[in-house]
């Protein structure tokens, strides 16, 4: 460096402490630029701010330093300030600070050193101001005149709102309490200035460390779903600031996450509203299926024309379904809605819920979505029609004892198809002026079975060699009810 050439301490900051204690070990001697006085390199030093109210109750923030062998008021060396430094005619002594300044607790000891607090600013300063400055330094009153709050660590806030329809809001914010008052801060601090006026009023006061720890111990979050995502660049996930749950992810929060949130001394929990008794239903719900004959009540299209052959009053029967959980009736557009999006269990308006998984369920499902395959149903549950070739489904059902009511003629014509163990093997009548083939033979005796049972049918044939057969006069029972 050409001689006289000067490096201002600023341009190198907080380095130019170690340099400076090098180069004097190496015997450099230090001196000040003007009157060649010595220069003493002291150890880091804490800078403390004295604060005492005047008689018109302003308050006075004075730099308070324990500088050994100086008489001289100190002034900051640096912006933002990192050390001391205090001269007179003797010399010079200058001194790291134990904790460098903020640029804003800089700016705000200005070049003077003291800062004076007009009586209307004093208890804003207090409970927003002071807490910054008691990260970078120690706040004292020398003469007790000014009661400086203290700052506790920040805490989670939530506030939790149950509405109806078993929806629930959240709403997350981090808390600090300074002296009688709390600042709610948002968990992500605002971008720029207008976000500030726009949301939250930002308080000076944030302690980032502690903030991320909070944050870090929250996995029982993830007994609700929809509460944590990910984070890009980050180990832990994210908290949704103001999540939304409705239906059972209601109910997991309530009896798996809210309790562990409430239990937490760090956590402050506002509830608004109360969440229902959500509980399983004990004996589990309990399904009744029955049939009944169509009458005229239930339209020509469902019960035919009534008279006696109708092909449509004989092969379909009202299917009736009840389902009760409790002392209630379970609504079976949401029971058929559940079932078929595979869900686990249905939540009742009350609050008490039963699981999906049982054989009961599982069965009436399968006939439910049999009779509107059938049916043309709209998936409701209601005005539901079964068909006799159900019948092997039906028997199930039985079997599992939740069948209550069936018609006479549902139990005669289902239970004579039910009692079969093989097809009945019937010769053609005399009447027939034929030698039948296998597969005509097979065909007579399928359209005969489905006769003698009341069930309609089709027989059609797609070899393309089909033949007249003539019977005279026609073979027993091949009238207009064969179909």
Known sequence: MPPGEWVEATALGPAVWPLLRDAAHAGVALVTGRGRRSVR?????????????????????????DLPGTTAPPQLVGDPGHGLAAGDEHGMVLAPLTRPL??????LLGQAGRLRVPQAD?????????PALRRHTTLTSSDGSVLIPEVRPPHLGLTVTFEPGHLTRLRWTFRYAVGQVTHDVPLLPPRNS????????????????????LLSSLDVLDGAPGLRIPLPGKARLGV?????????????????????????????????????????????????????????????DAAGTGEAGDVADRDWFGLGLSVRAGDQEVP?????????????????????????????????????????????????GDDLRINRYQAGLWEELVALGVVTEQSERWQRTVGALLALEELPHPDPPGTVEATLRNYQLDGY???????????????????????????SPPPSGCGPRAG
């Open 41 to 65: 390199l002291a150890d880091p030093v804490e800078l403390s701010l004295d604060l005492t109210r005047d008689s018109d109750a302003a308050i006075t923030l004075a730099p308070v330093v």
């Open 102 to 107: 903020s640029k804003a607790v800089t700016t």
């Open 122 to 130: 004093t208890e804003r300063f207090l409970t927003a101001y002071s």
């Open 194 to 213: 207008q976000d500030h006026h726009a949301g939250f009023p930002q308080p000076v006061v944030r302690d980032p460390d502690r903030e991320e720890a």
């Open 240 to 300: 949704v600031l103001e999540p939304e749950l409705a239906g059972w992810a209601t109910v997991q929060f309530a009896r798996d996450v809210l309790p562990a949130l409430q239990e937490r001394d760090d956590i402050d929990v506002t509830l608004v509203g109360e969440h229902l008794s959500y509980a399983e239903v004990e004996d589990g719900p309990v399904v009744q299926v029955s049939t009944r004959d169509l009458g005229p009540e239930d339209g020509p």
């Open 332 to 380: 079976l557009r949401d029971l058929l809605t559940a079932l078929t999006r595979d869900e686990e269990v249905l939540l009742l308006p009350d609050g008490s819920w039963f699981r999906l998984d049982t054989d009961e369920l599982r069965a009436l499902h399968r006939l439910v979505q049999e009779a509107l395959a059938l049916d043309d149903g709209d998936g409701d």
């Open 445 to 471: 005796r399928w359209l005969s079975f489905l006769l003698d049972h009341d069930l309609g049918g089709i027989l059609a044939d797609d070899r393309g060699s089909a033949r007249p057969c003539r019977s």
